[in-house]
């Protein structure tokens, strides 16, 4: 299965890897140099913990380069009225009347804690391309299913925050 992506997820994750490469790398190759300068390694944690947050480092490039390299790339662009990737919704559950705020996300990025739910998600794929004021059917599975109402959609254009939740 490929991770869905936009164009700018992949523009952060490259940043993300390049900062990595270039001033945390150096920096964590410098520590495990001084820690193993300090003599015996048997019993020296500073060297030990050093060379574990050097691999952690080079751990995470690995992970980001993969997740570019096997992205499926989607779009992030929609009618301004319309809810499309990266738009905050306000929906109303026509059972109870409760509200809640979503944020439409890619599927890496889905965290339904902070209210970031993945275009894949049964909510996800019912929200994409509908507007404000819509009934709209969530098919859970199908046996099970229920109506929101778009209450409001929010466009966010600023440059999205850091990915480091991938």
Avoid: C, W
């Amino acid at each position: 299965m490929f991770n869905q992506l936009t164009e700018k997820d992949i523009k952060a994750m490259e940043a993300e890897i390049e900062e990595r490469r270039l001033v945390i790398r150096p920096k964590l190759l410098e520590a495990v140099k001084e820690a193993r300068a300090h003599g015996d390694l048997s019993e020296n944690f500073e060297y030990y913990a050093a060379k574990r947050e050097k691999n952690q480092n080079e751990s995470r490039i690995r992970f980001l380069e993969r997740m570019i390299r096997t992205a499926e790339i989607i779009p992030d662009d929609s009618a301004e009225d319309e809810i499309g990737m990266n738009t905050k919704v306000t929906v109303e559950f026509e059972e109870d009347g409760s509200t809640e705020v979503y944020k439409i996300v890619t599927t890496m990025r889905g965290n339904s804690l902070e209210g970031l739910v993945s275009v894949e998600s049964p909510i996800g794929k019912a929200l994409m391309g509908h507007k404000a004021g819509d009934r709209v059917f969530v098919e859970v599975n199908k046996d099970f299913g229920y109506y929101l109402i778009v209450r409001s959609i929010e466009k966010n254009d600023e440059t999205e925050e850091k990915l480091r939740s991938f």
